[in-house]
Each structure stands twice: as structure tokens, then as C-alpha cells.
């Protein structure tokens, strides 16, 4: 079955720093999501993309978060300074289409120290 | 009040046991919901869609009552492999664009 395929599956990081992780959606996917989940919690919707452009984000997706798709096999998340409250799982997940199964990434496990 | 409640559990059931989990959502206008198994630090991984007209999938049947805005699963003949958290997730939108999941019900199955 294909796979949504997440880098690195741990990245450490001082506070402060920026921070990108990175994502591969599966090839024929045009929708594609990031989520975190921080240790305990629930999963949590940060922002969905589509066509080029954010189609949906949520409060927790404030300006110091962007995402990206450079190159049309790429989904980047981009944490510009991260504080200590960053530190999650954050997963992407991507769907041929919406009302369609979500396909989800192993994660990258995010600390910042 | 949260938007999809769950009781977090820990359940433990013996191995060949049937378990039920419930989950009640806020929002009256969501769409669609799913059921959704996660392992210990994984990715969650779809395990349902739930209808109004019920869906059973092998030992899985999920229910949705959408009158006391509950959702339910239940799990018969419990295996070992059964044992995970298992998260009741809503879509609001129905566009399958935000997904809001619950905090998930543990379930330990023992021999």
C-alpha cells in the first residue's frame, strides 16, 4: 500500500531556532494536512492544503507556522521560532480527495529544548 | 464542553471478550465521523467510517446516534492485537478537511 513518508522521524531543537519538517504525500493525493499530537493528548488539526494555498488552519497555526509544497512531492511545515510548547508529534496526512480516507505519516517526534 | 468526549479508560478484557466504547460529540452539525486506532507513539490509523444505519466490519460494529449525538464500537471476540487507544474522530466540515478527534479510549486485552 503507498505511503505518506515523514523526515526525520526525531528532530531536537533549541527555542528560538527554526525548525522544517518535511513530507512526502502520496503521489496521486491533492489534499494534504499537518497535525501534532503532544505527549498525553489529542491529535490536534493545525492546517489543510489544497491547490496551492491553505485551505483551512487552525488557532493553533498562528504566524509563526507556514507550510509549502516546493516542488510538487514535498509538504513542509516550517516552525520559524519555536518555544518550548512546540514539542509534539506532529504528523502529515494527505487524501485523494475530500470525504476520502485520510492517509497518515509515522510523524516526527519535535523537541525543543 | 469538548467538541468529541471520550472515556479515556484504561478497559482491560480478557482475551475473547466483547468490549463497547462510547463517544458523544457538541457540535450537532457535524457531518461525518470515523473511528480511528492509534499504537503507542504511531500514526492513527482509520479503522471505521460510522453511519447512522450502523457499519460492521468483521468483529467491528460502529454506531452512530445522531438524536443523543453519541457514537459508539463495539469489539467482539477480543484478540491480544486488539489492544491500542482507540480515537472516535468527527468531521465538522464533512468535507473530510478538519478532523477533530477525541483524547481516545485505551483498551488492554489480556489473556
Known amino acids: 500500500e503507498p505511503e505518506v513518508t515523514q523526515t526525520p522521524s526525531h528532530q531536537v531543537t533549541q527555542m528560538g531556532q527554526e525548525v522544517i519538517l518535511r513530507c512526502v504525500p502520496i503521489?496521486?493525493?491533492?489534499?494534504f494536512y499537518w497535525y501534532r499530537q503532544i505527549l498525553g493528548q489529542k491529535v490536534e488539526f493545525l492546517v489543510s492544503?489544497?491547490?496551492?494555498?491553505?485551505?483551512?488552519k487552525s488557532e493553533i497555526f498562528d504566524d509563526q507556522f507556514s507550510v509549502e509544497r516546493p516542488d510538487g512531492s514535498n509538504f513542509t511545515l516550517k516552525i520559524r521560532s519555536t518555544k518550548l510548547e512546540d514539542s509534539a508529534m506532529y504528523f502529515c496526512?494527505?487524501?485523494?480527495?475530500?470525504?476520502?480516507?485520510?492517509?497518515f505519516g509515522s510523524g516526527t517526534q519535535l523537541s525543543v529544548l | 464542553r469538548k467538541e468529541v468526549e471520550q472515556d479515556p479508560g484504561p478497559f482491560n478484557v480478557p482475551e475473547g471478550a466483547t468490549v463497547a466504547f462510547n463517544c458523544t460529540y457538541s457540535?450537532?452539525?457535524?457531518?461525518?465521523f470515523f473511528w480511528y486506532r492509534q499504537d503507542c507513539r504511531k500514526e492513527p490509523k482509520l479503522l471505521m467510517s460510522?453511519?447512522?444505519s450502523g457499519n460492521e466490519d468483521g468483529r467491528f460494529t460502529a454506531q452512530l446516534n445522531r438524536a443523543s449525538q453519541y457514537i459508539s464500537l463495539l469489539i467482539r471476540d477480543s484478540k491480544l492485537s486488539d489492544s491500542a487507544t482507540y480515537l472516535c474522530?468527527?468531521?465538522?466540515?464533512?468535507?473530510?478537511?478538519?478532523?477533530?478527534f477525541g483524547t481516545g479510549t485505551q483498551l488492554k486485552v489480556e489473556l
Open positions: 496526512a494527505s487524501g485523494p480527495a475530500t470525504n476520502e480516507k485520510l492517509f
Open positions: 503521489s496521486n493525493h491533492l489534499y
Open positions: 492544503f489544497y491547490n496551492n494555498e491553505i485551505s483551512e
Open positions: 457540535n450537532s452539525a457535524s457531518q461525518s
Open positions: 460510522v453511519y447512522s
Open positions: 474522530v468527527g468531521d465538522p466540515t464533512g468535507g473530510g478537511n478538519k478532523l477533530t
